[in-house]
Nanobody, 121 residues
Framework: VQLVEYGGDLVQPGGSLRLSCAAS????????IGWFRQAPGKEREVVAV????????YYDTSVKGRFTISLDRAKDILFLEMDDLKPEDTAMYYC????????????????WGQGTQVTVS
């Protein structure tokens, strides 16, 4: 599966953005597909994950209530709606697929997009 993210931008605190991740090729996401982010000097961390069986979701506590993950299975596009953005949300955002176990850990995923930059300032 190939993943391409877009939608990152510079936004003021309190603003909103919607990130998209278009999937192509063998769009078998296995157990889930998710969003991760990495700020300069920090490790890559999970933001949100959506599970393909049943559509349940997971959010990191830092974004719960502000971000919403969704998947358009007909078009194979993953979305991340981000509201009330804060400076600490500044990072490169990646979508990832291919994990079957330990789905909150980036090392469990073997398909990654190139990332899209979100800057809140």
């Amino acid at each position: 599966v190939q993943l391409v993210e877009y939608g990152g931008d510079l936004v003021q605190p309190g603003g909103s953005l919607r990130l998209s991740c278009a999937a192509s090729g063998n769009t078998n996401f296995r157990k889930c597909i998710g969003w991760f982010r990495q700020a300069p000097g920090k490790e890559r961390e999970v933001v949100a994950v959506i599970y393909t069986a049943g559509g349940s979701t997971y959010y990191d506590t830092s974004v719960k209530g502000r971000f919403t993950i969704s998947l358009d299975r007909a078009k194979d596009i993953l979305f991340l709606e981000m509201d009330d953005l804060k400076p600490e949300d500044t990072a490169m955002y990646y979508c990832a697929a291919g994990a079957t176990l330990s789905t909150l850990f980036p090392q469990s995923y073997n398909h990654w997009g190139q990332g899209t930059q979100v800057t809140v300032s």
